[in-house]
């Protein structure tokens, strides 16, 4: 169910009443850093998983299984 015009504006006004005029720009630049910090790391993946799959795996001569 998409939200319409009518169901925005109330949203709107309790968000209004909730927070105050003086706290929006303030959640909204919130709102839009942590959006973008999302953004940014669906991107870059995870480095743990990263880095397993740059890395090589180890020669330790003493973890070798005989052939």
């Not at 909204?28 to 991107?43: H, L, P």
């Amino acid at each position: 169910m998409p939200l319409r015009l009518p169901d925005l504006l109330i949203l709107l006004l309790l968000v209004l009443l909730i927070f105050g005029a003086r706290r929006l720009p303030e959640i909204g630049s919130s709102v839009g850093k942590t959006i973008q910090a999302f953004r940014k790391s669906m991107r870059e993946g995870d480095p743990k998983q990263q880095a397993q799959q740059i890395a090589p795996p180890s020669q330790d001569p003493t973890t070798q299984q005989p052939q």
